[in-house]
């Protein structure tokens, strides 16, 4: 069945750095699109970066400069490197696999 696994999630100090990884399995990753998103406490999930099967990229503003989604066909891994992490990036990041299908989430929490 079809599974993508997020890590890599933790506390940080505003100005830190973090880099998330989502393996997938269960399809055929080199053929999706595949993006991160984020959901704040009380808040909607938003669209945070994407990138295409032929590797072109996206971001929503807010994280444009700092951070950078990449990706390997060949380990059927998405990654997103944060740099310069602000306590507004608080949230449950989510790895997403074209539109179908969906992460558990992993935390991440910039706090001082």
């Known amino acids: 069945q079809v599974q993508l696994v997020e890590s890599g999630g933790g506390v940080v100090q505003p100005g830190g750095s973090l880099r998330l990884s989502c393996v997938g399995s269960?399809?055929?990753?080199?053929?999706?699109?595949m993006s991160w998103y984020r959901q704040a406490p009380g808040k909607e999930r938003e669209f945070v970066a994407i990138i295409g099967v032929g590797g072109d990229t996206n971001y929503r503003g807010s994280v444009k400069g700092r951070f950078t989604i990449s990706r390997d066909n060949a380990k059927n891994q998405v990654y997103l490197q944060m740099n310069s992490l602000k306590i507004d990036d608080t949230a449950v990041y989510f790895c997403r696999a074209g539109h179908d299908y969906w992460g558990q989430g992993t935390q991440v929490t910039v706090s001082s």
């Open positions: 269960g399809f055929t990753f080199s053929a999706y699109f």
